[in-house]
């Protein structure tokens, strides 16, 4: 066993720490831009162009694409420190959409897709969720009928979060009804500015943007289809193994605030609060340790199952412990926002408080992945 | 970063499963009701393997592993809920190894690792606002020597001990003596307790002991007393992750043969549930054990993580071998099922070395506030 990275990957995450600090203007900016809720403003894809001009969106990948072909290790490091500084973490891009073409893509999407994706000049937005299908995902309806030619799409999508600055759709679209349900959906990568669609606000209790995407007869060009027709479900589960990760640096640098604003308000010697910071502490570094292991697991080119599940439940339960703590210790400053002289922190967790609601939710709720570790980790039989 | 274990781990592993498959299955019922509480014959056994010297020099008979070597056979033990004085003799012989002078570990630590010699600590006061009777504690001095008088509890099988490490309260501080408990002026009684696991009432009366019986430096004892705790809170943490580690295989091989309403009841979204909610506490427990076995084992600072490992090990004791207990249902209450023991086995680890709220109170020092 050894916990430690080795001197070269130390040596890479300096760089990269160098680096935020370096662009520590760019960096304020961008997450202004995002906290703000609206997602990826100027600044925002002014930081992810330099990052991605580094390689280092994609480290992983073969050159060719834009990648430095490094091991995974560096995608983690990398992941770890971009969410230390900057809000955002990864792309969809790099994450999900750009190793399912790499692998099943046509060659044209391929020489379209990856380079762009690797140097951060392009986005998707993650086109799963319909009202009827949100855990249920193969309950997906909105149709694409094979006309020939082109594909005819209609139906709409809902909580797809980046659909308004991404420039792109990773749709999964029903090309036949099937028994079971999962055997007849396919994946499209569909440009947003393709006439028929329309997006419209939604706006969620973290006062951040996602939206409702409506397809009304939309012609989908046959190139835009991603490997073979009704296979769009495996390509889905796919690309949730290959973003398994989750990182918690966020969280201890958000912890480390809440540690340092006790000490200053005098409140240090509260014998609750010290059982309360020592527990999320202990919480949190059980965490890393979770991300570790699976770090470590993808490294060896293991698929990390029950143990991603675990790590996904175990950060967004945690990170809702600690914004929790952090406003009891507020008190009844904690309700304060933003602007006013008596919010706390800026008022920054009661935003997050609000905000972190939807880790709960995204890619897998809480209630979902115990039911993976249930079947996959632990093999119980499915109800 | 590598959580794979090395080859000699893996084979120490290994023949630490297939010794107590065979010889400590079912020993803990066996040994529960008898007086002494734990097996000789397999205790020397279990010394023979070399595993009370797993963390010892080779000079003493030895084999050098680290302590992560210790941790994952403690593992092993906590899963069959191995009896005896295991924990207290390791961490008493490394007080001895790290203070002790040459002639002390001359003459003990060969005889522990071997098997034939059993220590504990024995250093916890009695609480005088619970104490009935006014309680003695003296140490006297009559010709350079001391007399030892006062009363100390929990300590581990000190019914069967064959030497204390005897913490005596001087003017500016602690002083360690190591007691003979053959020594007339010893009693011990062994508690019956919720865990069956032999905590003892040990009282000296007149006690004579001389200059060489201290172990370290006279009134410096507290820092090696603290080395103790520390260590044997992560030994604990490890033979508590054994035990969840059997409480939520247990429960899950029940979850799958046990039939209500005509399924498999871990086929239940509310039993699932709660198997993975043991499973995920069973493996936070093990990697902040591990973690903090690994810093040891590189000689780095551990404090923070060793406390981190036992408080949540101790509350995960409580909450797992619940769950367990509820997902037995009638099954887990019987006495004939193994489930009970782990329950009750929990709550002695839990507050052995410190429960969960002492160990964040350390957590919160190492924080700095």
Redesign the interface.
């Known amino acids: 066993m050894d916990l430690n990275f080795t001197p070269e990957e130390e040596k890479f995450r300096k760089e990269v720490r160098d680096f935020f600090i370096q662009e520590e203007k760019i960096v304020a900016e961008a997450n202004k831009e995002w906290d703000s809720g609206l997602g990826y403003g100027p600044n925002c894809w002014k930081i992810l162009k330099k990052i991605g001009s580094k390689g280092w969106l994609c480290p992983t990948w073969p050159k060719e694409y834009g990648g430095l072909e490094l091991s995974y290790m560096y995608r983690f490091i990398m992941m770890e420190e971009m969410q230390y500084f900057l809000n955002i973490y990864s792309t969809v891009g790099a994450g999900m959409a750009g190793p399912v073409i790499m692998k099943h893509g046509s060659e044209e999407q391929k020489k379209e897709f990856l380079i762009p994706i690797a140097r951060g000049e392009i986005e998707f937005a993650l086109g799963y969720t319909e009202p009827q299908a949100g855990s249920d995902l193969a309950a997906l309806a909105i149709k694409a009928e094979d006309k020939g030619d082109y594909f005819l799409m209609n139906g709409s999508k809902i909580f797809n979060t980046r659909a308004h600055y991404a420039q792109y759709h990773w749709l999964g679209a029903r090309t036949a009804v099937t028994k079971p349900k999962y055997k007849g959906i396919s994946l499209f990568v569909v440009d947003l500015k393709t006439p028929g669609i329309t997006i419209r606000p939604i706006w969620t209790v973290g006062a951040t943007r996602t939206n409702e995407v409506f397809y009304d007869n939309v012609q989908v060009p046959k190139k835009a289809l991603v490997g073979e027709v009704n296979r769009g479900f495996y390509y889905i589960l796919e690309a949730l193994d290959y973003e398994r990760i989750s990182t918690v640096t966020g969280l201890q640098r958000d912890f480390q605030e809440i540690v340092e604003y006790v000490k200053r308000i005098g409140k240090g010697r509260d014998p609750i609060i010290r059982q309360k910071l020592a527990n999320l502490a202990i919480e949190i570094n059980s965490a890393k340790l979770f991300a570790l292991r699976v770090a470590w697991m993808l490294n060896k080119r293991q698929v990390p199952n029950y143990e991603a599940a675990m790590l996904k439940m175990l950060v967004s339960e945690t990170e809702q412990r600690l914004v929790n703590t952090a406003m009891q210790i507020f008190g009844p400053y904690g309700q304060i926002q933003e602007g006013s002289s008596w919010a706390q922190l800026n008022g920054k967790f009661e935003r997050i408080y609000r905000d972190s609601l939807e880790s709960l939710i995204t890619r897998g709720t809480s209630e979902i992945m115990r039911n993976v570790i249930a079947g996959r980790g632990l093999g119980l039989p499915r109800g | 970063?590598?959580?794979?274990?090395?080859e000699t781990q893996n084979i120490l592993l290994n023949s630490a499963k297939s010794f107590l498959a065979k010889e400590a299955k079912d020993l803990f019922r066996e040994v529960e009701k008898t007086d002494e509480g734990y097996s000789k014959e397999i205790w020397q056994k279990m010394a023979e393997l070399g595993w009370l010297g797993v963390v010892f020099p080779e000079e003493y008979g030895g084999i050098e592993g680290s302590f992560?070597d210790l941790v994952l056979i403690l593992e092993e033990m906590g899963k069959v809920l191995f009896p005896g004085p295991f924990i207290p003799a390791v961490i008493s012989g490394l007080a001895i190894l790290d203070h002790g002078t040459g002639s002390q570990k001359d003459d003990l630590l060969p005889k522990l690792i071997e098997g034939k010699l059993l220590l504990s600590p024995a250093h916890i006061k009695p609480n005088p606002a619970i104490a009935e009777m006014k309680l003695e504690d003296e140490v006297g001095v009559e010709d350079g020597n001391f007399l030892l008088s006062g009363t100390r509890l929990f300590v581990p099988f000190g019914h069967v001990t064959d030497m204390f490490i005897y913490g005596a309260d001087m003017e500016k501080g602690t002083t360690l003596f190591l007691v003979d408990a053959k020594n007339s002026g010893v009693t011990s009684v062994a508690l019956d307790s919720i865990g069956a696991d032999k905590p003892c009432e040990v009282k000296l009366e007149g006690v004579k002991v001389q200059e060489s019986d201290i172990l370290g430096t006279i009134e410096k004892g507290d820092e090696i007393v603290s080395k103790m705790e520390e260590r044997g809170a992560l030994a604990e943490s490890a033979f508590m992750l054994g035990m969840l580690e059997q409480v939520l295989k247990l429960s899950?091989e029940y979850?799958?043969e046990r039939e209500q309403f005509e399924r498999?009841i871990?086929?239940?979204?509310a039993?699932?549930?709660h198997?993975?909610?043991m499973?995920?506490d069973v493996?936070?427990v093990k990697?902040?054990t591990?973690?903090a076995a690994?810093k040891l084992s590189q000689n780095l600072p551990a404090k923070k993580?060793i406390s981190?490992a036992k408080?949540?090990a101790s509350d995960a004791s409580r909450r797992v071998s619940l769950l367990g207990v509820k997902i037995h249902g009638g099954t887990g209450v019987s006495e004939e099922h193994d489930m009970q023991l782990y329950f009750r086995r929990a709550k002695a680890c839990e507050v052995a070395f410190g429960d969960g709220?002492f160990h964040?109170?350390?957590?919160?020092q190492e924080?700095?506030?």
């Open positions: 970063m590598d959580f794979d274990l090395t992560l899950v979850a799958k498999k871990g086929s239940f979204q039993i699932q549930h198997c993975t909610n499973a995920t493996d936070q990697f902040l591990y973690e690994w993580e981190m408080a949540w709220d964040r109170e350390i957590v919160a924080l700095g506030l």
